[in-house]
T-cell receptor, first 115, second 114 residues
Framework: AQKVTQAQTEISVVEKEDVTLDCVYETRDTTYYLFWYKQPPSGELVFLIRRNSFDEQNEISGRYSWNFQKSTSSFNFTITASQVVDSAVYFCALSEAGGSYIPTFGRGTSLIVHP | DTGVSQDPRHKITKRGQNVTFRCDPISEHNRLYWYRQTLGQGPEFLTYFQNEAQLEKSRLLSDRFSAERPKGSFSTLEIQRTEQGDSAMYLC????????????FGPGTRLTVL
C-alpha cells in the first residue's frame, strides 16, 4: 500500500529565510509518480511539480527546488528566500501503477512566512 | 474561466437531509475525481470517472454516497441521509488523460451538517 508522510505539521519562518518541506513515501511499485501541490488560504490546490520514479534528477524552478532521493524514499521541497505569498499548506502526493495511479496525499505542511 | 468549477461553494444542511454537489471539469479532460478533505488532512480519494464510466470507488464511499457523470462532462456527488461526520470540504479535480497527469482542482464545496 502506498503511503506519504509529511512529518512537519507547521513551519514558521521569517521572510527571506530558506525553508525545506520534507516528504517521505512508501511504495512497493517500481513505477510511481510524486507530486507537490500548494493550497493557499483560498483553498484551491495548485499543482507545482510531478516527478516519475525513473528520474532522480533534481529540479529547480525559480525559488523552488526539489530533491528526489530513492535511496531514502524522500522527495523534499525547498523554497529559497521565502516570501509572504508562499504562506500556504503544501501537500506531497504519490501515485503508483498498482494503484491505478490514484494519488495518495500526505497530511500537508502548513508554511507561515512572516514579514 | 476555463478552470474546474464547483457548485455550491458552501452548503449547510441538517442531519438526515440529502445534498447534491456539482463539478464542471476542464472541458477536454477525460478523468474526473472526487475527494474529501477534513481539517488538517490531505485530500482523500472518493471516486473517479474516465469519461462517463465510474472506474473506482474508495471504501470511504459508503452506500449513502453516489456519483454520476452522465455525459462524460459535469459530475454530481450526492450524499443521502447526511450525518455530522460528513462535514468536510468536497473537492473535484480533473486531468487530461490519466493518473500520470497533474490534476486541476476546483475550489471545493464546504459541507456543514448540523
Amino acid at each position: 500500500a502506498q503511503k506519504v508522510t509529511q512529518a512537519q505539521t507547521e513551519i514558521s519562518v521569517v521572510e527571506k529565510e530558506d525553508v525545506t518541506l520534507d516528504c517521505v513515501y512508501e511504495t512497493r511499485d517500481t513505477t510511481y509518480y510524486l507530486f507537490w501541490y500548494k493550497q493557499p488560504p483560498s483553498g484551491e490546490l495548485v499543482f507545482l511539480i510531478r516527478r516519475n520514479s525513473f528520474d532522480e534528477q533534481n529540479e529547480i524552478s525559480g525559488r523552488y527546488s526539489w530533491n528526489f532521493q530513492k535511496s531514502t524514499s524522500s522527495f523534499n521541497f525547498t523554497i529559497t528566500a521565502s516570501q509572504v505569498v508562499d504562506s500556504a499548506v503544501y501537500f506531497c502526493a504519490l501515485s503508483e501503477a498498482g494503484g491505478s495511479y490514484i494519488p495518495t496525499f500526505g497530511r500537508g505542511t502548513s508554511l507561515i512566512v512572516h514579514p | 474561466d476555463t478552470g474546474v468549477s464547483q457548485d455550491p461553494r458552501h452548503k449547510i444542511t441538517k442531519r438526515g437531509q440529502n445534498v447534491t454537489f456539482r463539478c464542471d471539469p476542464i472541458s477536454e479532460h477525460n478523468r474526473l475525481y472526487w475527494y474529501r478533505q477534513t481539517l488538517g488532512q490531505g485530500p482523500e480519494f472518493l471516486t473517479y470517472f474516465q469519461n462517463e464510466a465510474q472506474l473506482e470507488k474508495s471504501r470511504l464511499l459508503s452506500d449513502r454516497f453516489s456519483a454520476e457523470r452522465p455525459k462524460g462532462s459535469f459530475s454530481t456527488l450526492e450524499i443521502q441521509r447526511t450525518e455530522q461526520g460528513d462535514s468536510a470540504m468536497y473537492l473535484c479535480a480533473s486531468s487530461l488523460i490519466g493518473g500520470l497527469d497533474e490534476q486541476f482542482f476546483g475550489p471545493g464545496t464546504r459541507l456543514t451538517v448540523l
